[in-house]
């Protein structure tokens, strides 16, 4: 995916202090959750001290879905860290031959590596990063519209299985067929139980 690193701003200052030592588990706790509910509103970010933001790099080599019978692909960058903070782009192209139409927030649920999902609450909207909010977006045959995803690999319980998600299932929108896309490096989001998402916009 080109042009990816200009457009997503330097990481904002995040509040939220590292409580703990950075630790990530083999599992977590499992959601029998239907895949596709809307996804919470932001509550807004944790208190406390400043944490050092990430700048996306370059794109780096993405594992990537075929092209499926709904005519889109996903694919999911590398992500950048700073001090347990991540984020990265997640891309769906079109790969067929009529427009494709999206509006405001994908639904999403972390995986572990059967595929089954983490009890991870995905949030609409992030102050650490920018979001363009809910609008209307069509993606043309060939043009590509994504999103951003940020979460913490922060561990504030021992007793809580930390998630080390290996798949993100998306749901473009509502009514749309779910893609499941391999995680490129791990969804560590420890015991915080969060990952919070932009809205889409065309990738330029």
């Known amino acids: 995916?080109?042009?990816?690193?200009?457009?997503?701003?330097?990481?904002?200052?995040?509040?939220?202090?590292?409580?703990?030592?950075?630790?990530?588990?083999?599992?977590?706790?499992?959601?029998?959750?239907?895949?596709?509910?809307?996804?919470?509103?932001?509550?807004?970010?944790?208190?406390?001290?400043?944490?050092?933001?990430?700048?996306?790099?370059?794109?780096?080599?993405?594992?990537?879905?075929?092209?499926?019978?709904?005519?889109?692909?996903?694919?999911?960058?590398?992500p950048d860290a700073a001090m347990g903070l991540r984020a990265a782009w997640v891309e769906l192209r079109n790969c067929g031959t009529r427009p494709y139409r999206l509006n405001g927030y994908p639904a999403l649920r972390v995986l572990d590596e059967k595929r089954q999902p983490f009890?991870?609450?995905?949030?609409q909207g992030t102050r650490e990063i920018k979001d363009p909010g809910p609008k209307p977006v069509t993606v043309a045959p060939g043009r590509s519209a994504r999103i951003g995803i940020v979460w913490r690999n922060l561990v504030t319980e021992s007793t809580v299985p930390a998630v080390n998600g290996s798949y993100l299932e998306v749901r473009p929108a509502p009514g749309r067929p779910v893609l499941v896309v391999p995680a490129n490096g791990p969804l560590d989001l420890g015991n915080t139980g969060r990952l919070e998402t932009t809205a889409w916009t065309l990738a330029r």
């Open 1 to 78: 995916m080109n042009g990816l690193s200009g457009d997503l701003r330097r990481f904002a200052v995040a509040a939220g202090a590292v409580a703990a030592v950075l630790a990530a588990g083999a599992c977590g706790t499992r959601s029998g959750a239907a895949s596709g509910v809307p996804p919470a509103p932001a509550s807004g970010a944790p208190s406390g001290g400043p944490s050092p933001a990430p700048t996306l790099a370059s794109p780096t080599p993405n594992p990537s879905t075929a092209c499926s019978a709904d005519g889109v692909s996903l694919s999911m960058d590398r």
């Open 119 to 123: 009890d991870v609450r995905a949030v």
